[in-house]
């Protein structure tokens, strides 16, 4: 739970960038905590004004001031301009973080002209009790510089440009810390994981892999997609997000049937992380007729054809390959072609054995598509073909009931 701007905002680097906005502005700035505390030392600040806060009763009323304008602030989520209790003009900004209140910029101290001021509200306070020497007020006063309406304006913007810099900062340093926080946690559970491979066989660590909580790689993961997202690492995002994806979709049943559509999108997350590695050199395009797509097929049918198409296609010589996949509906039965103009395979025949082996992402390889395929729909359905095409490349054809 976030409580204040220390805990997530160097002071040292904020009150360098308060300096530089006062010089740059040729204001007086200042930043305060949500209850209007001064966090950092004020930069530019009139003589004036100086003055006022050098007796307690007037730094107790500037506080209060900075306080107000603060929270007005915080409740219009813009920019605000006011009168302080001293009559003078000064603005905030506000600090909020994940939709918490915790402060503001405020900066200004200066006077425009009178006709100017009537939208303003003000905090009239009493200047005569406060145990200050009336003269050598008015002499700071006096001193004060003027800017017309239009110049406050346009600082006040960019008081909001800089106070939103700074929640973009704590942001980025929470996330860091949620990542640090789930890296440990990640590391410990690797380590006792690790204790007990040295004392379990290998079915039996086959069911503990199982045992982890798969909403703590999903935090993880869109913590890590987070982070990219405020370092501008867009590939990072895309392939965390896919990654995020597909370890949601892998959990399901193997055994369960869902909605064409929702297969391909999962290829597409597949695809997507297969030409970030490879740097687009993978293309796919995908012709499927439109009253095909809540038709519900077996998990993972088409990721593992086409993982083979890129692991033998593809990996072996690092040409570009283009998967093809065409769905359609013809005899009464629903037939899938996957094509690739990669490599190739060494015979030519419809009847070539299924490879046994599995795959490199989910362990489920032709064989064991060919295999569940049958026990959803009938011994007769499944594999139809695999084979090379006439020039280059090749053809895995299903048959599925339509």
Same mark, same amino acid.
Request: glycine share 6%; hydrophobic share 40%.
């Given at each position: 739970?976030?409580?204040?701007?220390?805990?997530?905002?160097?002071?040292?680097?904020?009150?360098?960038?308060?300096?530089?906005?006062?010089?740059?502005?040729?204001?007086?700035?200042?930043?305060?905590?949500?209850?209007?505390?001064?966090?950092?030392?004020?930069?530019?600040?009139?003589?004036?004004?100086?003055?006022?806060?050098?007796?307690?009763?007037?730094?107790?009323?500037?506080?209060?001031?900075?306080?107000?304008?603060?929270?007005?602030?915080?409740?219009?989520?813009?920019?605000?301009?006011?009168?302080?209790?001293?009559?003078?003009?000064?603005?905030?900004?506000?600090?909020?973080?994940?939709?918490?209140? *915790?402060?503001?910029?405020?900066?200004?101290?200066? %006077?425009?002209?009178?006709? @100017? &001021? #009537?939208? /303003?509200? +003000?905090?009239?306070?009493?200047?005569?009790?406060?145990?200050?020497?009336?003269?050598?007020?008015?002499?700071?006063?006096?001193?004060?510089?003027?800017?017309?309406?239009?110049?406050?304006?346009?600082?006040?913007?960019?008081?909001?440009?800089?106070?939103?810099?700074?929640?973009?900062?704590?942001?980025?340093?929470?996330?860091?810390?949620?990542?640090? *926080?789930?890296?440990?946690?990640?590391?410990?559970? %690797?380590?006792?994981?690790? @204790? &007990? #491979?040295? /004392?379990? +066989?290998?079915?039996?660590?086959?069911?503990?892999?199982?045992?982890?909580?798969?909403?703590?790689?999903?935090?993880?993961?869109?913590?890590?997609?987070?982070?990219?997202?405020?370092?501008?690492?867009?590939?990072?995002?895309?392939?965390?997000?896919?990654?995020?994806?597909?370890?949601?979709?892998?959990?399901?049943?193997?055994?369960?049937?869902?909605? *064409?559509?929702?297969?391909?999108?999962?290829?597409?997350?597949?695809?997507?992380?297969?030409?970030?590695?490879?740097?687009?050199?993978?293309?796919?395009?995908?012709?499927?007729?439109?009253?095909?797509?809540?038709?519900?097929?077996?998990?993972?049918?088409?990721?593992?054809?086409?993982?083979?198409?890129?692991?033998?296609?593809?990996?072996?010589?690092?040409?570009?390959?283009?998967?093809?996949?065409?769905?359609?509906?013809?005899?009464?039965?629903?037939?899938?072609?996957?094509?690739?103009?990669?490599?190739?395979?060494?015979?030519?025949?419809?009847?070539?054995?299924?490879?046994?082996?599995?795959?490199?992402?989910?362990?489920?390889?032709?064989?064991?598509?060919?295999?569940?395929?049958?026990?959803?729909?009938?011994?007769?359905?499944?594999?139809?073909?695999?084979?090379?095409?006439?020039?280059?490349?090749?053809?895995?054809?299903?048959?599925?009931?339509?």
């Amino acid at each position: 739970m976030i409580k204040n701007l220390r805990e997530f905002v160097d002071i040292d680097q904020l009150q360098k960038l308060q300096e530089q906005f006062a010089e740059a502005m040729g204001v007086a700035v200042l930043i305060c905590d949500a209850q209007g505390e001064p966090v950092t030392s004020p930069s530019q600040f009139t003589g004036f004004c100086r003055y006022i806060r050098s007796c307690s009763e007037g730094l107790k009323r500037c506080i209060l001031s900075d306080d107000k304008v603060g929270k007005l602030a915080a409740e219009s989520k813009r920019p605000v301009i006011h009168r302080c209790h001293t009559g003078l003009v000064d603005f905030a900004a506000p600090i909020i973080l994940r939709d918490k209140y *915790l402060g503001s910029i405020l900066c200004g101290q200066v %006077l425009i002209e009178d006709e @100017e &001021l #009537e939208e /303003l509200p +003000k905090v009239e306070m009493n200047m005569a009790d406060l145990p200050l020497d009336q003269k050598t007020l008015q002499e700071f006063y006096d001193q004060l510089e003027r800017k017309n309406k239009s110049r406050v304006h346009s600082i006040a913007e960019l008081l909001f440009v800089t106070a939103n810099y700074i929640v973009k900062l704590g942001d980025a340093h929470l996330t860091a810390q949620e990542l640090s *926080l789930n890296n440990l946690k990640l590391l410990e559970e %690797l380590r006792r994981r690790s @204790e &007990l #491979e040295k /004392l379990l +066989k290998d079915t039996q660590l086959k069911v503990l892999q199982s045992q982890i909580n798969p909403h703590f790689l999903f935090n993880t993961l869109n913590t890590i997609s987070r982070l990219a997202y405020m370092e501008n690492a867009k590939q990072t995002e895309n392939v965390t997000y896919s990654l995020g994806k597909i370890l949601r979709y892998s959990l399901r049943n193997i055994d369960q049937l869902i909605p *064409l559509k929702e297969e391909i999108e999962h290829l597409k997350y597949y695809l997507s992380i297969q030409q970030t590695r490879y740097r687009d050199q993978i293309k796919m395009v995908i012709n499927i007729e439109d009253h095909l797509v809540d038709y519900r097929i077996p998990i993972f049918t088409l990721q593992p054809i086409v993982e083979n198409s890129i692991v033998h296609g593809f990996e072996s010589t690092g040409d570009p390959i283009t998967i093809t996949i065409e769905i359609y509906a013809e005899d009464e039965k629903i037939i899938f072609n996957i094509m690739d103009d990669g490599v190739g395979i060494e015979e030519n025949s419809v009847n070539i054995p299924l490879p046994k082996g599995t795959g490199h992402t989910t362990r489920i390889g032709l064989n064991n598509v060919d295999k569940r395929i049958k026990h959803s729909f009938g011994p007769q359905w499944g594999i139809a073909k695999l084979e090379q095409l006439s020039q280059i490349g090749t053809l895995v054809q299903l048959h599925i009931p339509g």
